[in-house]
């Protein structure tokens, strides 16, 4: 077993039940929206279809996407993994930023909406994970 460079124990703020459920519903939220967006796109439904086309990528593309949603939302569910996909979350993001960006769509409804979602994934994740709060303290 590896030692992390520091320790949790040193991690003065430890949680109180109301942060860590707060954690947990921030969490859950974003959760049941990615989990919609990826299952709509595995399901090839009409709506994704068209909204794959309007953001400029292709019918074919939708499986794809779903599936990297997938796999980051599993690695983002497992405890153990969470960090890990919470990073895999912000790239795929990222990407959505810059396809709304690219095509101007509206800042506060359209390119910032991923940084929402992300901030959810975050804010969830520091407040359930004492590790994540040990590296944001750090």
């Given at each position: ?51 794959t086309t309007q953001l ?15 796999v980051c939302l599993v ?6 993994t969470a960090p890990l ?54």
């Amino acid at each position: 077993m590896t030692t992390l460079p520091f320790s949790l124990a040193s991690d003065a703020w430890s949680p109180s039940r109301a942060a860590r459920w707060t954690g947990r519903v921030l969490s859950a939220i974003a959760v049941l929206f990615l989990t919609f967006d990826a299952a709509i796109k595995l399901a090839g439904a009409r709506e994704a279809i068209e909204g794959t086309t309007q953001l400029g990528w292709q019918p074919h593309h939708l499986p794809i996407l779903g599936a990297i949603q997938v796999v980051c939302l599993v690695v983002y569910l497992v405890p153990r993994t969470a960090p890990l996909g919470a990073i895999l979350w912000t790239g795929y993001l990222g990407g959505a930023i810059a396809t709304h960006l690219r095509l101007d769509n509206p800042l506060f409804t359209h390119i910032l909406f991923p940084i929402y979602v992300a901030a959810l994934l975050w804010g969830g994740l520091y407040l359930r994970d004492p590790r994540v709060r040990a590296l944001v303290r750090r």
